[in-house]
């Protein structure tokens, strides 16, 4: 069988067959991965595409999983997490770091040398990787701002930089999402800083999101973009959809713009409470809330 020969093929990487990826997602739910790879290093992912390109294989990439919906019937082909790959070095007022390396990690890094301005970041709970991806932002500040280029893998197996002109970002959005690229490393471009006062500015962050955001429950944050001139949380409260539930996911409590696992929901759960979210504040407001969470994977076969 093709999945267990890569096994064979490559013992040094450490490849998992038909995982439940429900183990990785922060939401702790999500259907099966064929195959999940856990690259150590940019050959063990150039090796992994080889093998997907020669044999015809779809492949997903995964980073810390944070604000992501894996459906419940999981994920064909080779799927691979690059949290392994989480190495973080600075030079001067640069802080580089490897794709699967926390974002937040990177925020601790930039603080220890006296290093401002990627604060905003504190309590981002994604990877360096998904970050570009995304370009992520919280409290007025967003990757575009500190991130002056990236290495990627393109489809083609080449390693190749983009600067920030190349990287194309824009609200939820970077260049790599449509170019099918996978991010290897990221530079982040900091001012030096007074690093009790930067360590002050992330304790305030982190305090104010957690009096603000339901951290105690599994989610996959912030599900929503923010639609021009709204924000999503208010209008779906403003909707009376806090605490609507459809099996073990609802609409948190704490914060209308988070739909938090209350009891073993399962990805279609989610789905379905995104989509009644959806239609009830088109039909209230006229509004049309688009996801911000990345949605991937098949849905579970019917019986």
Do not use: W
């Not at 360096?128 to 500040?141: K, L, Q, R, S, T």
Request: some cysteine; charged content about 20%; glycine content about 10%.
């Amino acid at each position: 069988m093709q999945s267990k020969t890569i096994v064979n093929l490559y013992p040094e990487i450490d490849i998992l067959l038909d995982e439940p990826l429900s183990k990785y997602t922060h939401t702790l739910t999500g259907g099966p991965a064929d195959i999940l790879a856990f690259p150590k290093s940019i050959k063990e992912c150039q090796t992994l595409l080889d093998y997907a390109n020669d044999h015809l294989l779809p492949v997903t990439v995964v980073g810390n999983a944070s604000n992501l919906i894996v459906k419940d019937g999981g994920i064909r082909g080779m799927t691979m997490i690059l949290t392994k790959m989480n190495k973080i070095t600075s030079h001067e007022n640069l802080v580089v770091a490897d794709a699967g390396a926390a974002l937040i990690d990177v925020t601790k890094a930039a603080q220890a040398n006296s290093l401002t301005g990627v604060e905003f970041a504190a309590g981002i709970p994604g990877s360096v990787g998904g970050a570009v991806f995304m370009n992520a932002g919280a409290y007025g500040g967003e990757i575009e701002n500190v991130v002056t280029g990236a290495e990627v893998l393109t489809p083609d197996n080449q390693i190749i930089h983009l600067d920030h002109k190349q990287l194309d970002f824009g609200y939820r959005h970077c260049s790599v999402q449509e170019n099918h690229q996978i991010v290897i490393s990221a530079t982040f471009s900091l001012e030096t800083g007074v690093a009790d006062k930067i360590q002050k500015q992330m304790d305030h962050l982190n305090a104010l999101r957690a009096s603000k955001q339901p951290l105690d429950l599994p989610s996959c944050g912030s599900v929503f973009k923010r639609p021009k001139g709204y924000f999503a949380g208010k209008l779906i409260h403003d909707s009376g959809l806090q605490g609507f539930q459809i099996g073990g996911a609802q609409v948190s409590m704490k914060h209308a713009g988070f739909i938090v696992n209350v009891d073993g929901a399962t990805a279609t759960d989610y789905l379905n409470v995104i989509a009644h979210v959806q239609k009830t504040v088109f039909n209230k407001f006229g509004v049309h809330l688009e996801t911000e969470v990345r949605i991937i994977g098949e849905n579970p076969k019917s019986d």
